[in-house]
């Protein structure tokens, strides 16, 4: 979950562009920092806990001198956030450096051995181990290189790591396994980086590297070998995000930049319709529909699974996929498995992948292009939705949704549909201007500790996303509940400090809805509701009211209702000082399990 960067430059020096390089890459984390970079006095390491920007002033971390660096921002798993644990770590004799994302699940038994052997350790981290194998191989008679693969040969568990020596100027090696790394290559410079958005000022040609790949970086080019040491012929692709898109435009935040970028995420997800077409065209007929997903996405999936059987009669089922190989017994060949998730590259999720392709068709819905993901499944629909900064997902939701609508369409060879959808971002620029309103209203409900938000059918899935943003961004505990399972347990909970936020479009699940008000107001509840413009019954029963247009069918309301619950949420965040782009204890992408 951590991010990491490396150039190899021409001209300018390392350290200014690794700042640059980590700022588009705090969302993966952001509680320490630290680069290395090489020079003709050796490799210097500047580090500490904090945020980019602090730490850099702090400890002047772009006097750095060289034209090699190597850089990390951390979100901590092994060991505390703590200067001694920021990465990079080194060697015994400080003339190796090393950056790493993932976990190393053998580290302990690896330390034990290598501290055996004479090596001291400076740190509580899983990383260290890295550096003192390679020193422990290079003080062998090995060089860089193959050190390194003596050094993969001996680790468990996931990385995506960089590494400079004293000995071998010139050079940046690493390796990648089950944790996002791609390489950048630019006009006589060469970068690597954890994500795309980190190299867009510099270069938007990429290789991306699969599982068990090395790299050797030098200033005349970059040798990519699989396990065997057998070079490996890789393609340089162009991407097409820009440098703006990963900026934030004018906005205070990139989260909000990216709630006001919806429409134009669907409008350019609505041009994948023809792919999707030629896939569905692929499909055998299947019997099942199973959707693996996290967090954000397993509400996608949620609204996927009343599609499927709603629209097509398929029965679906939805699976954390960090608990999916405990049911992985009911696949079969007539199972189609889609797994969907933003970076592809969320651990929990390609592993679920790995497995279910041994029993199942499977399809991924993905938002990055040569994902780890993209290659591990039979089948791939791709969100147009462009660099999402923020951590808390809000383009990427609505972008899953649409390409999860698009293919129940083509499944159903449904043109009404279809129409329907390409109505939607107009739907959108009509809802975005209830910014203000949505800011007073934040005001007003910004110090409650509770919230409760209900809905049923279609409308159950946005009660969890609409309650897992106000918990990612404002730190207020908040439920999603079926408005039918208030009475079973949770009414309990209810009382006149707690806001019900009430998700009612027209449909058939609306007078039960209705009828769920009733019982939290009997409790003293104050109720925000989101429904029609014309439901006078509605707004006799709310004492908030967020309204929308009489046209929003119940079964598009996931597509549309979700956007004020994400700007509640925002200006809550704001509204409490918080920064919503930087939750605590969070990062975009969770690569590990």
């Known amino acids: 979950m951590c991010g990491i960067v490396g150039c190899i430059l021409k001209d300018n020096q390392a350290a200014p562009v690794l700042r640059d390089c980590l700022k588009r890459?705090?969302?993966?984390?952001?509680?320490?920092?630290?680069?290395?970079?090489?020079?003709?006095?050796?490799?210097?390491?500047?580090?500490?806990?904090?945020?980019?920007?602090?730490?850099?002033?702090?400890?002047?971390?772009?006097?750095?001198?060289?034209?090699?660096?190597?850089?990390?921002?951390?979100?901590?798993?092994?060991?505390?956030?703590?200067?001694?644990?920021?990465?990079?770590?080194?060697?015994?004799?400080?003339?190796?450096?090393?950056?790493?994302?993932?976990?190393?699940?053998?580290?302990?038994?690896?330390?034990?051995?290598?501290?055996?052997?004479?090596?001291?350790?400076?740190?509580?981290?899983?990383?260290?181990?890295?550096?003192?194998?390679?020193?422990?191989?290079?003080?062998?008679?090995?060089?860089?290189?193959?050190?390194?693969?003596?050094?993969?040969?001996?680790?468990?568990?996931?990385?995506?790591?960089?590494?400079?020596?004293?000995?071998?100027?010139?050079?940046?090696?690493?390796?990648?396994?089950?944790?996002?790394?791609?390489?950048?290559?630019?006009?006589?410079?060469?970068?690597?980086?954890?994500?795309?958005?980190?190299?867009?000022?510099?270069?938007?040609?990429?290789?991306?590297?699969?599982?068990?790949?090395?790299?050797?970086?030098?200033?005349?080019?970059?040798?990519?070998?699989?396990?065997?040491?057998?070079?490996?012929?890789?393609?340089?692709?162009?991407?097409?995000?820009?440098?703006?898109?990963?900026?934030?435009?004018?906005?205070?935040?990139?989260?909000?930049?990216?709630?006001?970028?919806?429409?134009?995420?669907?409008?350019?997800?609505?041009?994948?319709?023809?792919?999707?077409?030629?896939?569905?065209?692929?499909?055998?007929?299947?019997?099942?529909?199973?959707?693996?997903?996290?967090?954000?996405?397993?509400?996608?999936?949620?609204?996927?699974?009343?599609?499927?059987?709603?629209?097509?009669?398929?029965?679906?089922?939805?699976?954390?996929?960090?608990?999916?190989?405990?049911?992985?017994?009911?696949?079969?060949?007539?199972?189609?498995?889609?797994?969907?998730?933003q970076s592809g590259e969320t651990a929990d999720t390609l592993k679920a992948l790995k497995i279910a392709n041994k029993k199942a068709e499977t399809l991924v819905i993905v938002n990055v292009l040569g994902s780890t993901a993209t290659r591990e499944a039979d089948h791939v629909i791709y969100t147009r939705a462009g660099p999402e900064i923020g951590v808390a997902a809000t383009k990427t939701y609505v972008s899953q949704l649409i390409s999860i609508y698009l293919l129940v369409a083509c499944m159903g060879k449904d043109k009404e549909l279809l129409e329907q959808l390409n109505q939607v971002p107009d739907l959108m620029e009509k809802i975005l201007p209830c910014g203000d309103d949505i800011r007073n209203m934040a005001n007003k409900y910004k110090d409650a500790c509770d919230f409760f938000y209900i809905g049923r059918g279609f409308s159950y899935p946005t009660a969890m996303e609409g309650a897992l943003k106000l918990k990612e961004i404002t730190y207020i505990h908040a439920e999603g509940y079926a408005a039918g399972e208030l009475k079973h347990g949770p009414l309990a909970l209810i009382d006149d400090e707690v806001p019900v936020v009430a998700i009612v479009p027209p449909g058939k699940s609306h007078d039960k809805t209705l009828n769920n008000l009733e019982e939290v107001k009997a409790r003293g509840a104050r109720v925000i509701a989101l429904g029609s413009a014309d439901d006078d019954v509605l707004k006799s029963e709310a004492h908030d009211m967020i309204e929308f247009s009489p046209e929003i069918s119940e079964i598009l309301s996931p597509l549309l209702y979700v956007l004020p619950l994400q700007l509640l949420s925002y200006y809550i965040s704001v509204a409490r000082g918080i920064d919503p782009d930087k939750p605590k204890n969070l990062a975009k992408c969770v690569t590990v399990e």
């Open 25 to 341: 890459l705090e969302y993966r984390g952001y509680d320490s920092v630290g680069i290395a970079t090489y020079s003709s006095s050796g490799i210097t390491i500047k580090k500490d806990k904090g945020e980019i920007e602090e730490v850099f002033d702090q400890i002047n971390l772009e006097e750095l001198p060289g034209k090699i660096g190597i850089s990390h921002v951390r979100w901590a798993t092994h060991g505390l956030p703590t200067q001694e644990n920021s990465h990079p770590h080194m060697d015994c004799d400080g003339k190796i450096a090393v950056v790493h994302n993932g976990i190393i699940e053998n580290y302990k038994e690896l330390k034990d051995q290598l501290e055996g052997e004479g090596h001291h350790f400076n740190s509580q981290t899983d990383t260290e181990v890295i550096a003192h194998l390679i020193e422990k191989y290079c003080k062998q008679g090995l060089g860089l290189e193959e050190s390194l693969h003596q050094t993969i040969a001996k680790l468990q568990g996931s990385y995506a790591f960089a590494v400079i020596s004293a000995d071998e100027p010139g050079k940046i090696v690493g390796a990648k396994k089950e944790s996002p790394l791609i390489l950048g290559v630019g006009d006589g410079e060469y970068f690597l980086a954890s994500d795309v958005p980190a190299m867009l000022h510099h270069t938007r040609r990429v290789i991306y590297l699969a599982d068990n790949e090395t790299f050797l970086i030098e200033s005349d080019g970059i040798t990519v070998r699989d396990l065997n040491r057998k070079v490996v012929d890789k393609a340089i692709e162009n991407i097409k995000w820009t440098p703006e898109m990963a900026q934030k435009g004018g906005y205070d935040h990139f989260t909000l930049k990216e709630i006001y970028e919806q429409p134009d995420a669907v409008k350019n997800t609505l041009f994948e319709l023809s792919e999707i077409e030629k896939i569905v065209d692929k499909f055998p007929k299947f019997k099942k529909i199973t959707f693996v997903a996290c967090g954000t996405s397993y509400h996608a999936s949620m609204v996927g699974k009343y599609l499927f059987e709603g629209l097509l009669g398929l029965p679906a089922e939805v699976l954390l996929a960090s608990e999916f190989e405990y049911g992985v017994g009911a696949l079969d060949p007539e199972s189609l498995v889609i797994f969907i998730s």
